[in-house]
């Protein structure tokens, strides 16, 4: 077969060509999206219990690291801070500091000030803005709920133990050892009741009511055991998605909405998962060990996991259903991990740490 010499193009061919492709990336740009980078703001010691210091402006956000707890400052300043008698019921505002065999407690302010006193027998909590206090009863066969004066709302038994508690604003998502879910108005009357089902052994190993009361969702069962989310319509839930965990829980899973009801948060086996009820999508992030906090940044826009491997801790921060911003491994003993002005508050060892989140 015969062949045929190339014709050699000119040159200025070439640098035209060569223009035009980077005309076209000036004025046609390619949209490569904006890098998430974590920006350390400050990293303060826990003072001492009792002790205060400056904090600028209106925010604040609870922490608990060992056995001391308090409120610290968007700028690093401690509105209060006070050792644990035994467990503390935190909200955003105030806390109730209690003794394992306490049955008289007080509410108290987020700079220590009392509020109310109220008694009871069982175990007090409060919802995360701290506008509602309830008693769980000591046998868990029931929920009283405490008005401003310190007394009785409304008190309500329940035909099984509680196993799980969601509160989100004037409703109360309730579940039970007998495998029911119960929501309940504000004034302890039930609005809806269900039963997922499907397992061999009924329960509930976890609940969670989002912020704008349009779903829930809860972790069911022992063989197998069942991830059921429900949606709002009207005054009644129908179910929005089902799926089989493979976990074996025996105990209350972790599970929460972001703030702003965007996600679901649920553990699972070395692993966290997130839900969107939009897609109806749900992804898993591997762990080290077990997750022992989550919170949502940015206001609900990132998501990160700490989980611990003995004395390791491993704290991971992604955009959900995206990419991972960043990991870090410590070794730590003490861990506490919240959210501080749409930013990162994390507690390692009596020392408090601000990381904010900003696009570059």
């Known amino acids: 077969m015969a062949s045929f010499p190339g014709k050699k193009r000119p040159a200025r061919v070439f640098l035209v060509a060569l223009l035009v492709i980077v005309l076209y990336f000036i004025f046609f740009p390619y949209p490569l999206g904006r890098e998430i980078v974590a920006v350390p703001v400050w990293a303060v010691t826990v003072p001492p219990a009792g002790t205060v210091s400056p904090v600028e402006g209106p925010s604040s956000a609870p922490f608990r690291l060992g056995d001391l707890f308090g409120f610290a400052g968007g700028n690093g300043g401690f509105l209060h801070v006070e050792k644990a008698l035994y467990q503390v019921a935190l909200s955003r505002r105030s806390y109730i500091n ?35 206090i309830f008693i769980v009863k000591a046998d868990l066969s029931g929920l009283i709920e405490i008005d401003r004066n310190g007394d009785p709302l409304w008190s309500r038994d329940f035909p099984a133990m509680i196993t799980s508690l969601s509160l989100q604003r004037d409703r109360v ?16 009357g039930p609005v809806f009741e269900s039963a997922p089902g499907g397992s061999r052994i009924p329960a509930i190993f976890g609940a969670a009511l989002s912020p704008d009361g349009a779903n829930l969702a809860a972790i069911s069962g022992i063989d197998p055991q069942y991830l059921t989310v429900l949606h709002r319509g009207g005054a009644s839930y129908s179910e929005l998605a089902r799926a089989s965990l493979g976990t074996d829980f025996r105990r209350e899973a972790r599970m929460r909405f972001s703030v702003d009801s965007r996600y679901l948060f649920l553990e699972g086996r070395n692993a966290a998962g997130l839900f969107d009820p939009e897609t109806r999508q749900l992804a898993w992030v591997g762990l080290q060990g077990t997750i022992i ?19 390791l801790v491993r704290l991971q921060v992604l955009s959900p259903f995206s990419f991972p911003i960043f990991a870090e491994t410590f070794f730590a003993e003490q861990l506490f991990l919240g959210e501080i002005d749409g930013g990162i508050l994390l507690g390692l060892d009596g020392r408090l740490l601000r990381i904010d989140l900003e696009p570059l």
């Not at 998502?173 to 302890?188: A, R, T, Y």
């Open 173 to 188: 998502l309730v579940g039970l050892l007998n495998g029911s879910l119960l929501v309940l108005d504000g004034k302890g």
């Open 98 to 132: 209690y003794s394992r065999l306490g049955t008289d407690w007080i509410l108290q302010d987020d700079q220590g000030g009392r509020v109310l006193s109220f008694s009871g027998y069982g175990y007090p909590i409060l919802s995360d803005d701290g506008a509602r």
């Open 293 to 311: 906090g989550v919170s949502f940044p940015g206001r609900g826009k990132y998501a990160a996991f700490a989980s611990r491997d003995g004395a």
